[in-house]
């Protein structure tokens, strides 16, 4: 997985700082690359019209995404989204979700009707 930080500045420095920081807390550091760039046509393509930005690339399944824009979230907001983007295996049962959907109960908020522990079909489990 890549995480790319969209913009320039000191609010771009901040955010990889805080990426960073929520990585390394969570041991994921090496298993995610950060790359910083302010590509215009990287821009265009995933709808970024404010800096700083975050997108999330999965290069095995051809998938980017922007997450946020124009604001440099807080510490405790930041780590809880990869949480849920990554999943946290040590505190779920059924490991974690691609989706970002609401792993913390075991299943895939974003399916609805799904039991606790039944699989949606989007990764959760």
Same mark, same amino acid.
Do not use: R
């Given at each position: 997985?890549?995480?790319?930080?969209?913009?320039?500045?000191?609010?771009i420095e901040t955010l990889e700082a805080l990426v960073t920081k929520s990585l390394t807390e969570l041991a994921l550091i090496d298993a995610v690359k950060v790359? *910083?760039?302010?590509?215009?046509?990287?821009?265009?393509?995933?709808?970024?019209?404010?800096?700083?930005?975050?997108?999330?690339?999965?290069?095995?399944?051809?998938? *980017?995404?922007?997450?946020?824009?124009?604001?440099?979230?807080?510490?405790?907001?930041? *780590?809880?989204?990869?949480?849920?983007?990554?999943?946290?295996?040590?505190?779920?049962?059924?490991?974690?979700?691609?989706?970002?959907?609401?792993?913390?109960?075991?299943?895939?908020?974003?399916?609805?009707?799904?039991?606790?522990?039944?699989?949606?079909?989007?990764?959760?489990?």
């Amino acid at each position: 997985m890549i995480i790319k930080l969209v913009g320039s500045g000191t609010e771009i420095e901040t955010l990889e700082a805080l990426v960073t920081k929520s990585l390394t807390e969570l041991a994921l550091i090496d298993a995610v690359k950060v790359e *910083k760039t302010d590509d215009a046509n990287y821009k265009l393509e995933l709808g970024v019209t404010e800096n700083p930005a975050l997108c999330i690339e999965e290069e095995s399944i051809d998938f *980017k995404d922007m997450i946020f824009q124009g604001e440099v979230p807080e510490y405790d907001e930041i *780590k809880s989204m990869f949480v849920s983007i990554l999943g946290d295996d040590d505190a779920h049962e059924w490991g974690g979700c691609g989706t970002g959907g609401g792993c913390g109960t075991g299943w895939c908020g974003s399916c609805g009707d799904e039991e606790e522990g039944d699989s949606c079909g989007t990764g959760c489990h």
